[in-house]
């Protein structure tokens, strides 16, 4: 039933594709991992997710019904406005993990979890499924045409779109994936539950709704006009398709500077579903659009893009050397998705090095061996990864790392209708039983240089066998063998050697991958430089600092490493010549993949530091991208790094609390409120202003500050307002527009009798005046 279930949903969603030639998926049921660090990673995260209390997982569901919960809710964000929303990824990565395993431990639990949810629908007895609290007396007013959103927000709510996201996705794969019948009676339900929702509100009033994070829900809707054939589904995933975003992708614009990236992405698979189902070039080219401006212009070594979640200057990427809270997993996973659908829809090894890059250096890495994922991968060299208490933390990235880890079997392999195409280099099985096809990839790699394949065929029969050919093995390096022989292949114009002949079972290919070891600069141009060998991306360790919440606690800002900074200034330096860098790196043991860089390092007291993989690396401090200077332009190098830094590490060192205004997570962990406030992006820098007031609490540590600082802009004028610090005025601030055009910070000094542990900072308008634009907020000693 279930390949059934995968062969019709895939011919609906990937046909055709505008005249190019499609692949199709294997079922994760199909493929099968063997021993490798894939393997591992996939086991961990089974164990983990068998660990989780499905009952309290499934509590907000249960409350919000009106049954009564057999457990309490888990903590962290699923009991402070998201919850439920971990209960919608633990269903999709149950049945990814049952597909990949075929765990019946794993399968028990999905089935519980549909079970429990189906009460939850029936008693709220209109197709409505949900964890989000008071969520029903929201959707009252927004059927009313009552729509107050913003990009965080929804009618004084914490994103309740992006949250029923998840359950709605949970359902589709339960079905999808693990053929549960149950779960698409569900999902339709559902489904035909927002139908009626939107079904008296004008296009313009679902755009407005569209202001607020929403997940993909576009694609989900897709996915149910594929699975049903009723075009009610598919204007259902045109309306919920966002507009603003999709306008200037469809004119090759990026307008993604400032943006918050983990909303957009999603948005984008979406666009591009429905460009297949509705046979729309121009919806696929605006995707793939997207795609290549991220990919090529916004993303880093390892695959990731984003500092503190956001989209930044696509021509800078200091924030991203400097900050603590680099690439965000989320951003990662949901790009994998959009790389293997347009991949399937038209084939080609651009697609796939990026998909190997990122599994490779930043899924795999982002789950600690022991378990528990990670949220931020900083870039700033010396800095470390947070990683998730198992039974304390629920972010958005352990719902989408309980994912990463249980379908890495899902692009290893793809097919046409008679061959076979192998795109990755993992160790694993494939199935193809309408084929009578088995095949098994035997391989260390990356640190062995080759791979075998072993065949098995029913009967001898002919088709051909595609494989990749990486652009990391340079031209003509690659050869295969055929039972021992060397053979000549076809070189296909998508990156793919192919060889076609009559195959039996016995049948033995041998490829070699050889590396080289390659440099990689910033994307902007300037000069830090990462270290490459093949596809991986190595690194130092450096353990020069404790790592005070290298495992996270409950608290909403848990998931940042915020331990000290490493100083920029002192981080190991790499010189030479831009071009032959990566000569002067040298392999030391080939097993493990480790290399000696005191050619390059210009500091004797880092000389002995040894790269290795990214993914290995564990609970350290690291460095992945090294600044750079030629050999001539050293010492000004040095010297600029130095007065940059030294500035930025005294802020940092007075600095107790700090809230990037106008930015998402920074203010949902800050208990932002607000009326008549309003949030945007001025000169590439967020900001936060009102006509009424907005307010942030701040946590006082040790009751060690005693002044609050804020960063205006200085041409703002005829603005005037008072802050106040836990109901008092502190200061009534009047903006003249006399400091220039600049960015500028005044601080303000909080009486003593007003200092606390938390302290509430509220900006109120005076009357007929708003507040300035306030870029940032920083407690300070």
Known sequence: MKKIIIAVLFTALHGTTFG????????????RLLEGPFKQAQETDKKYMLSLDADRLLAPYLREAGL???AASYGNWENTGLDGHIGGHYLSALALMYASTGDIKVKDRMEYMIAELDKCQVKNGNG???????????????????????SFSLNGKWVPLYNIHKIYAGLYDAYAVAGNAKAKQMLLKLTDWCVDLVSDLSDQQVQELLKSEHGGLNETFAHVYAITGNQKYLQLAKRFSDQSILNPLLKNTDSLNGLHANTQIPKVIGFEQVALLDKDPSWANAAAFFWKTVVEHRTVAIGGNSVREH?????NFSSMTESREGPETCNSYNMLKLTKQLFLAAPSNTYLDYYERTLYNHILSSQRPEGGFVYFTPMRPGHYRTYSSPQESFWCCVGSGLENHGKYGELIYAHNKNDVYVNLFIPSTLNWKEKGIQLTQQTLFPDAENTTIKLQVKNKHRFVLHFRRPSWVEPGKMTVLVNGKKVATKSNANGYASIDRVWATGDVLNISLPMHTTTEFMPDGSDWVAFLRGPVVLAAAMDTLNQPNLLADGSRMGHIASGPLFPISDAPLVTGTKNTLANEITLIDKNSLTFSAQNAIYQPKYKSLKLVPFYTLAEKRYVVYFPYSSTEALPERAKAIKLAEEEKMKTEQRTVDLINTGEQQPESDHNFKGEQTDNGTYQERHFRNGKAWFSYVLKNKDL??????LTYYGKEKNKNFSILINGVVIEKVKLDGNKGDTFYTQEYLIPKELLKADLEVKFVADQGSATANIYEVRLVR
């Open 311 to 315: 989209f930044h200057p696509a021509n």
């Open 704 to 709: 060690s500050a005693n002044k609050l600082s």
């Open 68 to 70: 009564k919960p057999k």
């Open 128 to 150: 409505y499924l949900a964890g989000i609290p008071g969520g029903k007396e929201i959707w009252k007013e927004i059927k009313a045409g009552n729509i107050r959103s913003s």
């Open 20 to 31: 190019q030639a499609s692949l199709q998926p294997f079922n994760l049921t199909e493929v």
